[in-house]
């Protein structure tokens, strides 16, 4: 009885130190190098010219590779590699956060940008499967919820580095790709990973074609959902601060928008 009490407290343990670490990374794929892009917004059209349009569509790319990333890492987790697909989440929104830093031009960001969102749709079903093999059932939910909300942790460290320091936008993103790594190697050695946990659903699981109908109004309704907020997390603080008529460092752009900082450009 004292050994399994042991083995409950250590689980129990474990299960704590992953929830905060795959908060964390929630918080740096999504918050970050997914939502970076909307945050940073102004900086990007002063220094490489972009117009409404071509920004619209460097942000449609993310969103493109962010579900392109989450349709592959799902068939990883459920081959029993949801380890991998941990890493390929920190990875991407290291890679991608690295090619943001060191952009150059519109092409180059849009590829940066499309790199680091494709981590955060890998880094959801990778933390499911930490989560059920790492938390006991009963909190598996609560733990799920926590883990979740690190959407907004990253959103507001996101927001204060803008306010703080708007100019050095090319170190933030630096910044970004190395948190990333950090994270992710943080995540992987709290979790449990349990190949049998992570595997296929049962066999009786409904046919393709039943799942599509069972899911058609979640589908259309996320779909208007999501195309509705895509509008608002790329352009909402490049509105407020062009047409908004509120001051320019107030969301986060100051005078430094007018270029990349001659420290970091040369």
Do not use: E, H
Request: charged letters at 10%; proline letters at 6%; a positive charge.
């Amino acid at each position: 009885m004292p050994k399994r009490s042991l083995r409950r407290s250590r689980r129990a343990a474990q299960g704590g130190g992953l929830v905060v670490s795959g908060l964390a990374v929630i918080a740096v794929t999504y918050g970050l190098a997914r939502y970076g892009y909307g945050l940073y917004l102004p900086q990007f059209r002063a220094a490489f010219g972009l117009s409404a349009g071509t920004a619209g569509a460097i942000a449609a790319g993310g969103y493109v590779g962010y579900c392109g990333a989450a349709v592959v890492a799902s068939g990883l987790v459920g081959r029993g590699r949801a380890r991998q697909a941990l890493w390929a989440a920190g990875g991407s929104a290291a890679l991608g956060s690295l090619l943001v830093a060191a952009s150059w031009n519109g092409a180059s960001l849009a590829v940066g940008a499309l790199v680091a969102g494709s981590g955060a749709g890998a880094a959801t079903p990778a933390l499911v499967a930490a989560v059920a093999g790492s938390v006991r059932d009963p909190d598996q939910p609560r733990a799920q919820g926590l883990v979740n909300s690190g959407t907004g942790a990253g959103v507001v460290v996101g927001g204060l580095l803008v306010l703080a320091v708007p100019g050095a936008w090319r170190w933030s993103w630096a910044g970004f790709a190395v948190a990333a790594v950090l994270v992710t190697s943080w995540a992987d050695r709290r979790a449990r990973w349990n190949p049998a946990a992570d595997g296929p659903a049962a066999p009786d699981r409904p046919s393709g074609r039943r799942q599509i109908r069972r899911l058609a109004r979640p589908l259309v309704a996320a779909l208007l959902a999501g195309g509705g907020c895509a509008g608002v997390w790329t352009f909402a603080r490049d509105l407020m601060t062009a047409d908004g008529g509120l001051p320019r460092r107030s969301p986060g752009c100051s005078g430094a928008c007018s270029g990349p900082p001659a420290w970091w450009a040369g």
